[in-house]
């Protein structure tokens, strides 16, 4: 207990707690009285923090602390006493007047409540003059609420994207690799194939901004940034053949081109 006087010293006299119900295990409810006399001078304020504690012992239930104004002698030489505990205020007089009776405060298992008591008496007070404050002490023990379940897990809408790829000759390539990055955080997110119908196998993605690369044989053919916020199946053309090859389209033009000279040669051979 901690004992603090402004601007004069003050004898506080603590009278004995007449204890109705055992307090060192409380039971379900228990009720008890705390009587405090103060000794009192002119323009002096007493402030004791700490005068008294209550603690929860059990483990796994709460405990509400009722505190409620029950007698007082000499009231009208009050100016001002408060009864407070954890930032709460149980009994209030003002001007010799009870301006509040009583408040609850619930303590949760193993929680100390630490009482303090602001006292200041009127002008007029006698020198040694004494006044007593009783209140009335019920604990209650309550079974704690079950926790709260926890929010609902929020599970982000996801999208399907399929991509079909075509060659420069409008033809569906297949065997392209298609790599889907996202650009928010600049990561691999997919490693596609193309199939033969020049598909990729659809994935299915959060909404957002997403690039698409196609490469063949390890080069990059081409790119293109894709906004998904649906279902989306998109087609994409590349700049160079696939399913026919340069390479193939020069050994059919030499073909054409042959064709034609033997044609020519047996034209020329019958009109000779």
Known sequence: MRMRYVPLAIGIILLSVLIVI?????PV???EYWEDTITLYPSSTSLLTGIREIQNPSTDLALDVKVQYYY???????????????GTSFTMIDNGVVTKIEDTKRLSPN?????????????NVTIGQTASVTVQITRTEVALPPPPPPPPTFIPKKYTLL???????????PNLDVFITDQATGKRIAELKTDFEGKTEPIKLRAGTYI????????????QTIILKEDTTLTIQIGIPIVI??????LILLTIIISIGLIIIIIKKRRG
Do not use: R, W
């Open 245 to 250: 090859t340069f390479t193939h389209i020069i």
């Open 212 to 223: 698409a690369d196609i490469y063949y044989q390890n080069k990059l053919q081409y790119s």
């Open 163 to 173: 991509i079909q790829v075509l060659d420069l000759f409008s033809m569906k390539a």
């Open 72 to 86: 007082s002698s000499n009231i009208d030489v009050f100016k001002k006493y408060y009864l407070t505990g954890n």
């Open 29 to 31: 409810s228990a009720i």
């Open 22 to 26: 055992p307090i060192s295990i409380p």
């Open 111 to 123: 929680q100390k409540l630490l009482f303090d008591i602001e006292a200041c008496p009127k002008e």
